[in-house]
């Protein structure tokens, strides 16, 4: 840090335009490797007089960059941040679920948008990152999580100082709450996740679509395709028609029968294409009220209403007079049809359930990616000036 000072008088001698000060907190955040580097430079340019590149090297290292990504099964979103907080850049691309996809598709999309995301904001390729918290989908386990990250450090080293991952909804819950919260999802997938008041972090369900998802996208869509199958073969005794479903099945997915859709089952299988049917169904209820599709969607709501139920179970908030909970995915613009099965999913089921009396929805106005820019903020020691309550705003008030 002496040298740092001793320098920076040198330069208010010479350049005095220039603010080595910058410099001085890199050392302070203990970023000593980027600050050495940065005097082996000065010391390189002075001896040659190369000011037009003390110039370059000044801009272009002074400030500390960082990145959040939000990598969700469907797309991933990247937005680039500098040390007051501004944002920078904010990108868009393909998913990154890390048990759909492979770590190098992983790497390879989160480092096209790191480029894509510098170019925009005018920075050079070669800019190395402060850190790089990636909030991915299906990033619960801590093992797993770490050698990703150990891989990522090999493959790229030149991109960022430091990496940190955490789940999807990890990042939308630091997004959304500035302590304790709740998030819903109910998307391509479903899960519930909480920070409690210790900061402890809580789930119920995510665990994917063979042993979880309940309620998401996915589930109402393979639930109405079992509906189909079940009912017309007659292993399910139902009042129910299902000629509008099969017909917004096989119109969908382009199919001549039913049986086709076996092969994105299986052979081409594709979790989204799958979800994407839920949006049809909902529109087959708008258009004609169908029964089977009203009934699908309330046992949807039913199971999302006891994920919140268990999760306020083990937050212990049982005394709190107003649940405060985001929700997040596409099959939340269904909620006229969710409403009435989440409402009798909120409902005590035993003695040792809370009775919630009044809860309190909010949907987020910008990207879950924020939450992961707040995270890298704080391991960077930089300020982060966006607040939560510009992050989100209440998507309904209901009381039981």
């Keep these: 840090l002496n040298i740092i000072c001793l320098m920076n008088k040198v330069l208010r001698q010479y350049f005095n335009r220039f603010h080595i000060e910058v410099k001085a907190r890199y050392i302070k955040r203990g970023n000593t490797g980027h600050g050495l580097q940065y005097i082996k430079n000065f010391v390189k340019y002075i001896k040659h007089g190369h000011r037009r590149q003390l110039e370059l090297e000044l801009v272009f290292t002074m400030s500390i960059y960082y990145a959040g990504v939000d990598g969700g099964a469907t797309k991933t979103t990247l937005i680039l941040m500098n040390e007051e907080g501004t944002i920078l850049a904010h990108c868009t691309g393909a998913g990154t679920n890390i048990y759909l996809c492979s770590s190098i598709l992983v790497f390879e999309v989160v480092v096209d948008l790191i480029y894509s995301a510098l170019k925009i904001a005018g920075l050079p390729k070669n800019t190395k990152l402060s850190i790089l918290a990636l909030a991915m989908s299906g990033a619960e386990d801590q093992e797993r999580n770490e050698k990703f990250v150990a891989e990522f450090s ?21 997004t959304a709450f500035n302590e304790n919260g709740i998030v819903l999802i109910s998307g391509t997938g479903s899960s519930c996740r909480a920070i409690d008041i210790t900061g402890r ?8 679509h063979l ?15 079992r509906k189909v199958f079940a009912i017309e073969e007659g292993l399910e005794i139902s009042s129910h028609d299902t000629s509008h479903i099969k ?18 089952l299986y052979d081409n299988f594709s979790k989204p294409k799958i979800a994407s049917f839920c949006e049809f169904l909902a529109e087959a209820s708008s258009e004609n009220g169908d029964e089977l599709v009203l009934e699908i969607f309330a046992e949807a709501g039913k199971i999302l209403g006891a994920h919140i139920l268990a999760i306020v179970s083990a937050m212990h908030l049982e005394n709190s007079p107003k649940l405060e909970v985001l929700i ?3 099959v939340w613009k269904s909620f006229d049809l969710l409403k009435k099965g989440f409402l009798n999913g909120l409902m005590q089921r035993h003695d ?14 910008v990207s879950p990616a924020i939450g992961a ?28």
Excluded at 352 to 365: A, F, G, S
Aim: hydrophobic share 45%.
């Design 352 to 365: 040792k359930d809370p009775v919630i009396k009044e809860i309190v929805l909010y949907e987020l106005t």
């Design 247 to 264: 017909a917004k099945l096989l119109h969908h997915f382009q199919l001549s029968r039913k049986e086709q859709i076996f092969e994105l």
């Design 373 to 400: 820019c707040r995270l890298a903020a704080k391991k960077a020691n930089c300020s982060f000036p966006i607040s939560v309550s510009e992050c989100r705003r209440v998507f309904c008030h209901l009381h039981m």
């Design 201 to 208: 972090l809580l789930g119920c369900g995510g665990w994917g």
């Design 211 to 225: 042993i979880g998802d309940d309620g998401s996208a996915y589930w109402i869509s393979t639930k109405a395709i």
């Design 154 to 174: 090999v493959a790229y080293p030149a991109i960022t100082e430091s990496v940190v991952i955490i789940s999807d909804s990890y990042s939308a819950l630091l």
């Design 328 to 330: 997040m995915g596409s």
